[in-house]
């Protein structure tokens, strides 16, 4: 088991993974350390707008965290294109799982307040089931064997927000974006994680999406087997060149309990039918849940390409990993909060969503570290401090001068040291008196011996000038009642 010593050492390794890669795209040191305090912040305990994150954070504003998403020069559209890259190193993939790694699309929506907020609209909230004054997000994320993370996104821009360039542009939204679909914006997010280099073998969706023609044939020209969901009206062609509803399907189908993974209760049973179609790599696939009164059949479209098994095991595992897409939209709003961000323009969106990625990916960093995964870079080695003969001298506040130490004149008596100074004040002149005679001296006369400016009398002080008047000599001031003898009590 972990200790707290390992958790703690996890953390400051995975600050550093963050630290490099946020130094890639931000050219101000301030910024990736504001960026770093915004992402440590967000978490459980702290609801994630600027004035909390800065309280969290140590700031004493909101002001260094309200800059990194709005005055700050910096793209999150670079973060968004590392993320894939830095989720295959942490997320890695289990040998011997013989599914792979792959992709789950699914859309979320943010509820919002008013209708300054980029792309909000009422529309339908899968998190409420019916229509909410909400933005609606395209999520990408990657699955696999060792956990799941949000790789890519999109914000979906509705129609009444791309006709109307006023409010687009009064929201910052880019006037070169036009308006997608939520299959368009994920069949982008494919193509742009493909070419990315992401090592996937498979994608999975829901009905949103899997009714789409053109998302399917986007996945299948990226070679990327998939089981999608789709309606129980959605006409489905058969072997024998007949066209009918996937509901009715369910009368010829031959059912075999399996389970399509393990759950937070243990193994997901259910029963499950293949049905061929007029594809030869493509299968309906009915779901039966039998614990249910309603709703009790779900429905599948699945296609795997050349080289990979075309085969009930495959696909039932395949649509049991849809579901981690769920569990980041849970850990992205329950345990870092990103649906509570105040933030209304397009790019402070953004940039809040791109950093909330990049701490869900830290978390499964440390997560996986701590489960023995090797994910981390190595901690630095601690330095080793040459020995010195002598102990190093104790550091001084400099904000205190050093008391300076007059020296004593031979003219004046000494002066005790003072308990609030350090050094007496200006000593007074000499006296002009003769010290013979005890009477004044004469005044400068042509043929006495002039003192030029810048020299002084035999004891080291300046005479004083002709036709004034010498002050007495300084006596010590009287002791303080109020203050005990011997300076400041402790």
Not at 101 to 110: H, I, K, V
Not at 346 to 360: G, N
Request: proline share 10%.
């Amino acid at each position: 088991m972990a200790s707290i010593e390992d958790a703690a050492d996890c953390g400051e390794r995975a600050d550093a993974l963050v630290m490099g890669l946020l130094g890639r795209i931000m050219r101000q040191q301030r910024s990736v350390a504001a960026a770093m305090d915004y992402i440590r912040a967000l978490s459980r305990e702290t609801r994630a707008n600027c004035w909390e994150l800065a309280l969290r954070a140590g700031h004493e504003g909101p002001h260094r965290l309200q800059a990194l998403l709005s005055r700050h020069k910096w793209s999150w559209e670079e973060l968004r294109g590392l993320l894939p890259g830095l989720a295959q190193d942490v997320l890695r993939d289990d040998p011997d799982d013989l599914t792979g790694p792959g992709l789950a699309f699914d859309e979320t929506a943010d509820l919002r307040k008013g209708k300054s907020t980029a792309c909000v609209s009422p529309q339908h909230a899968g998190v409420t089931g019916k229509v909410e004054n909400c933005t609606t997000w395209v999520f990408a994320a990657l699955v696999t064997a060792l956990g799941q993370a949000w790789i890519d996104f999109d914000v979906y821009m509705p129609d009444c927000w791309a006709k109307d360039p006023q409010r687009r542009k009064k929201a910052g939204i880019p006037e070169k974006l036009a308006f997608a679909t939520k299959p368009e914006l994920a069949i982008a997010q494919a193509k742009r994680l493909m070419a990315a280099g992401l090592r996937v073998t498979w994608a999975a969706a829901d009905e949103v999406y899997g009714r789409s023609g053109e998302f399917r044939a986007a996945l299948r020209a990226l070679s990327l087997a998939y089981v999608v969901i789709i309606p129980c009206d959605y006409r489905v062609t058969l072997a024998k060149d007949k066209v009918i509803r996937a509901d009715q399907a369910i009368s010829g189908a031959v059912f075999e309990r399996r389970s399509c993974g393990n759950g937070t209760k243990g193994p997901r049973y259910g029963d499950w039918a293949l049905i061929a179609t007029a594809d030869p790599r493509e299968s309906l696939l009915i779901r039966r849940f039998p614990d249910r009164d309603k709703n009790q059949y779900a429905f599948y479209l699945c296609w795997a390409p050349e080289g990979r098994p075309a085969t009930m095991t495959y696909f039932i595992t395949i649509a049991g990993r849809r579901w981690p897409v769920e569990i980041t939209f849970k850990t992205g709003k329950d345990a870092l909060g990103w649906d509570q961000c105040q933030a209304r323009t397009w790019d402070a969106l953004c940039r809040h969503t791109a950093l909330t990625a990049l701490a869900q990916l830290r978390t499964a960093a440390i997560q996986a570290a701590l489960a023995g995964a090797d994910v981390l870079p190595a901690a630095p080695p601690a330095t080793p401090r040459p020995p010195s003969a002598s102990p190093p001298a104790p550091m001084t506040c400099r904000s205190t001068p050093e008391p300076r130490r007059c020296p004593p004149s031979a003219a004046s008596p000494a002066r005790p040291a003072s308990p609030r100074s350090g050094c007496p004040p200006p000593r007074p002149p000499a006296s002009s008196a003769s010290p013979a005679t005890g009477k004044p001296a004469s005044s400068a006369s042509p043929a006495s011996p002039s003192i030029s400016a810048g020299q002084h009398g035999a004891d080291g002080t300046r005479p004083a000038p002709a036709g004034t008047t010498t002050p007495p000599a300084w006596q010590p001031s009287p002791p303080d009642p109020r203050r005990p003898e011997g300076g400041d009590s402790m």
